[in-house]
């Protein structure tokens, strides 16, 4: 699972390297594309090609679409923001969860969860910094992608066993493609700033685009094998070091050195969520002892 953070740290920094160069969709598109190739050649190494046609399972492609629009939400934030807000603020994510769980499925959520939500909502608003000086309001569209994977979470649940992992990634990176050519003229006269006309790529941002489709991959095969191998509630606490490779990448890459206060809402976040997974281990526990 470490391998897994370190790459998909190592995606995230090539996205806001590239969308210094390139547009989003245009970035989406590269990206979508090689990622295809890569997960194709895992599909037909690992599962075989008979699989393929699962491809079309409709949790699969469901799945794939809200997958999708994740992309380009974070890397427009990548243009404006450091690597390591918009990564702690995804770690915000399991308690979105957790909210949507109560809202729809009436689950029971006992005070210590509230209390470990609280403050992980706490830690976000420290490192948003809304009112501040340095306060961007395209934060809170990081909040809008970590809603997404939680949608994206509840359709995995019901794809189960009908479709293998790696033709999830394949349906992914081709849903991926269409949105970003669908997205483009849309987004066009809003005139943002990472939105803007296609330009023919340079070598640097290609290089730099298709080993994020690399990182991509490669983050989603280390994440199977390590669920698959190991116990989840041992295994889950280790994506938080996708933050650390986030501050780490940002600091030598871009120079970004988080402040004091960003530190202590990381800290906040990070704390909060293990303790959410720490409550739900001994949640799970209880009825396999009865």
Known sequence: MICAS?????????????VQYLPVPEILTIRGIFASIFAFALVCAVHGARTLPTITNRYVVIRS???????????????????????????????????????????????????????????????????????????????????????????SRKIGASAPPFVVSLATSLVGIVIALILAPLMRPFAIGPWGEWVWPAAYPLAVTIASSA????????????????????????????????VIGGIFVFAEWP???????????VTAGIYLLHRERTRAKKPAAT
Request: aromatic share 14%.
């Open 6 to 18: 370190a790459s998909f740290a190592g995606n995230d920094i090539c996205n806001k390297v590239a």
């Open 65 to 155: 679409i809200i997958e999708s629009l994740v992309g380009p939400v974070l890397i427009t934030a990548y243009f404006f923001l450091p690597v390591a807000t918009v990564t702690s603020i995804m770690q915000f994510g399991p308690f979105v969860g957790m909210i949507v769980g109560v809202w729809l499925f009436r689950e029971q959520v006992g005070w210590r969860r509230w209390l470990a939500a609280i403050a992980a909502f706490c830690g976000v608003m420290l490192i948003i910094k809304p009112g501040g000086a340095g306060f961007q309001p395209v934060a809170f569209i990081v909040l809008i992608a970590t809603l997404l994977t939680v949608l994206r979470d509840m359709q």
């Open 215 to 246: 990182f991509l991959v490669s983050a989603h095969a280390f994440a199977f094998l390590a669920f698959r191998s190991g116990d989840m509630a041992v295994v889950s606490p280790f994506r938080y070091f996708n933050l650390l490779f986030a």
């Open 259 to 269: 402040d004091r206060i960003s530190i202590l809402g990381m800290l906040l976040v």
